[in-house]
C-alpha cells in the first residue's frame, strides 16, 4: 500500500522565475500609466512624424529615425524608471520588495529586464512607423552589433542615472526633475538632432554625453558606417553612474 505525504514543502520559486514574473509585472504597471505610455511611444512617434514633415534641424529620414530611437530607450530607461522607482520608495514598495525573496538584486534585475521589454516593443513600433515613412536603413551585421552594444550599455547607464535621481530625491521632486531633464537632453543633449545641427561651442561636448553618444551611434550604425567611440563614452559613464547609484541609493524615504 502506498502511503501519501501530505507534509507542507513551502520554498520560493527558482530565482530565474521570480524575476521574469516581476519584470512581467513591472512592465504591465508601466504600459497601463498613461504618463508612461506617452513617454515610451507617443512623444517618439510624435517626433518622428513631425520631424518627417518639418526637415530642419531633425535632419533627413535616415537620421531622424535612428535619433528617435535612442529617444525612446531615454525615456523609458531613464525618465520612466525615475518616476516610477521614486514613488515606489516613497510608499514603500521597494523595502516590502526587497524583503520578499525576490531580494533586492532580484528586484533590480527584474526592473531592468522590464525597461528591456518595453524598449524592444518601442523599436519595433517605431522600427515599423519609420518603414511605412519610408526610412531604409543600411544595417550590416558589423553595424547592426555595433547599435546593439550602444543600446544595452545606453539603457544600463540611463537606469543607474534614473536610480541614483530616484534613490536621494522626494517622489515629487523627482518627477519633476526627471522630466526636465528628459526635455532639456532630448533638445540639447545630441539625441535627437544630430551634432553638426548645434552651435560650433557646443559640438566637441556633445560627444561626450551620454545622449550625444547614443545619438550619434545609431545614426551611425543606420548608415552603414559604425562608430566605437559612443562604446567608450557609454562605458565610461555606466562605470560612474553605477558607482553612484549603489553608493548613494536609499531603499526608504
Excluded at 545609431?218 to 565610461?236: D, F, M, S
Aim: with cysteine; glycine share 12%; hydrophobic share 60%.
Amino acid at each position: 500500500m502506498t502511503t501519501l505525504d501530505f507534509t507542507p514543502a513551502p520554498a520560493a520559486a527558482p530565482a530565474s522565475r521570480r524575476i521574469l514574473q516581476h519584470a512581467i509585472i513591472e512592465a504591465k504597471l508601466l504600459v497601463r500609466n498613461g504618463e508612461q505610455l506617452l513617454l515610451a511611444l507617443v512623444i517618439p512617434v510624435g517626433v518622428m512624424i513631425i520631424g518627417r514633415i518639418v526637415g530642419g534641424p531633425f535632419g533627413d529620414l535616415g537620421s531622424l529615425v535612428p535619433s528617435v530611437l535612442g529617444l525612446a530607450v531615454w525615456s523609458s530607461a531613464f525618465t520612466s524608471v525615475a518616476i516610477a522607482t521614486g514613488f515606489e520608495r516613497r510608499y514603500g514598495v521597494l523595502e516590502r520588495l526587497a524583503a520578499t525573496p525576490l531580494g533586492r538584486p532580484g528586484l533590480l534585475a527584474g526592473k531592468t529586464l522590464a525597461v528591456i521589454m518595453i524598449v524592444v516593443g518601442q523599436l519595433i513600433v517605431i522600427f515599423v512607423v519609420g518603414l511605412l515613412l519610408g526610412w531604409r536603413p543600411r544595417f550590416g551585421p558589423v553595424p547592426a552589433l555595433a547599435a546593439l552594444v550602444i543600446m544595452v550599455l545606453a539603457i544600463a547607464t540611463f537606469s543607474c542615472l534614473a536610480l541614483l535621481l530616484a534613490g536621494r530625491l522626494r517622489a515629487e521632486a523627482t518627477l519633476g526633475l526627471a522630466n526636465l531633464i528628459y526635455l532639456i537632453f532630448a533638445a540639447a543633449g545630441g539625441l535627437v538632432i544630430p551634432i553638426d545641427g548645434y552651435p560650433a561651442a557646443l559640438r566637441p561636448i556633445l560627444p561626450f554625453l551620454p545622449t550625444g553618444a547614443l545619438g550619434e551611434g545609431l545614426r551611425a550604425a543606420a548608415a552603414g558606417a559604425p562608430l566605437w567611440w559612443p562604446v567608450l563614452v557609454l562605458a565610461g559613464w555606466l562605470v560612474i553612474s553605477g558607482i553612484a547609484a549603489r553608493a548613494s541609493f536609499r531603499w526608504t524615504s
